[in-house]
C-alpha cells in the first residue's frame, strides 16, 4: 500500500530549461511534506520541505508547491543543471505521533542533458 | 562537521549466512534511524532510537534483524540468518531531535547470493 507515489520513474530535461517532478499521497491528515536528492553510492540528502499551511515554498531554485485538495506536491527546479542529475524522492511524516519516521515514494531519476 | 558514517560499504554474503552493520551518527545527534531501500523502492524505516530507547520497530523483522545503540551513540544492525529478499542498501541516518531534519550516511550495499 503505497502512500506516497511518484508515478514517473525518469524525467529528462535540457540544460536551463524547467524540470518538474510530481507526487501524489493518499492520506489528508498528512501535513507535512520534503523532498530528498540522491546521488549513486551516497545517501539522500535533504533538499527542500514544506508545511501543510503553505502552498508554496521557494528555496534558490528549487520550489516545491503544494495542492491540499489534489493530495498533490510537486518540485520545479528552474534552471535545471547538469549537476542536477539525480534520483529525487518525495518524502512525508505520519500525523503527529510517537515515531517521525520518514514514508518515502518510490523516486523519480532526473537526467539534465548539457 | 563529520557526516553519518557506515561500514561496510559493500558486503556480499550467501544466504542463511550472517551480516552486521555499523553506523556513527553525527556527533550530539540523539535521534538514530535504520532504513531499507531495496531497488526501484524508496527506503523503508526498519527501527528508530531515541538515545539507546527503541522508538519504532514495527517495521523491523525480528525473527531475522536485530538493531542496538548501546550508549546512546553507534549503532549495529545485523541479520541472521540472512535471506535473498534481504538484498538491499541500508541506510543509516541521524537527527539532532525528534522533529529535526534527518541526515543519511552513504549506506551499506548488502547482496544475499
Known amino acids: 500500500d503505497q502512500q506516497v507515489k511518484q508515478n514517473s520513474p525518469s524525467l529528462s530535461v535540457q540544460e536551463g530549461r524547467i524540470s518538474i517532478l510530481n507526487c501524489d499521497y493518499t492520506?489528508?491528515?498528512?501535513?507535512?511534506f520534503l523532498w530528498y536528492k540522491k546521488y549513486p553510492a551516497e545517501g539522500p540528502t535533504f533538499l527542500i520541505s514544506?508545511?501543510?499551511?503553505?502552498d508554496k515554498n521557494e528555496d534558490g531554485r528549487f520550489t516545491v508547491f503544494l495542492n491540499k485538495s489534489a493530495k498533490h506536491l510537486s518540485l520545479h527546479i528552474v534552471p535545471s543543471q547538469p549537476g542536477d542529475s539525480a534520483v529525487y524522492f518525495c518524502?512525508?511524516?505520519?500525523?503527529?505521533?510517537?515515531?517521525?519516521?520518514?514514508?518515502f515514494g518510490t523516486g523519480t531519476l532526473l537526467a539534465v542533458q548539457p | 562537521e563529520a557526516g553519518v558514517a557506515q561500514s561496510p560499504r559493500y558486503k556480499i554474503i550467501e544466504k542463511r549466512q550472517s551480516v552486521a552493520f555499523w553506523c556513527n551518527p553525527i556527533?550530539?545527534?540523539?535521534?538514530l534511524y535504520w532504513y531499507q531501500q531495496i531497488l526501484g523502492q524508496g527506503p523503508k524505516l526498519l527501527i528508530q532510537?531515541?538515545?539507546?530507547?527503541?522508538?519504532?520497530d514495527s517495521q523491523l523483522p525480528k525473527d531475522r534483524f536485530s538493531a542496538e545503540r548501546l550508549k546512546g551513540v553507534d549503532s549495529t544492525l545485523k541479520i541472521q540468518p540472512a535471506k535473498l529478499e534481504d538484498s538491499a542498501v541500508y541506510l543509516c541516518?541521524?537527527?539532532?531531535?525528534?522533529?529535526?531534519?534527518?541526515?543519511f550516511g552513504p549506506g551499506t550495499r548488502l547482496l544475499v547470493l
Open positions: 518524502a512525508t511524516l505520519p500525523p503527529r505521533g510517537a515515531t517521525n519516521k520518514l514514508i
Open positions: 492520506n489528508s491528515m498528512f501535513d507535512y
Open positions: 514544506i508545511s501543510s499551511i503553505k
Open positions: 556527533s550530539g545527534h540523539a535521534t
Open positions: 532510537f531515541q538515545n539507546n530507547g527503541v522508538v519504532d
Open positions: 541516518a541521524s537527527a539532532r531531535g525528534f522533529t529535526e531534519t534527518q541526515y
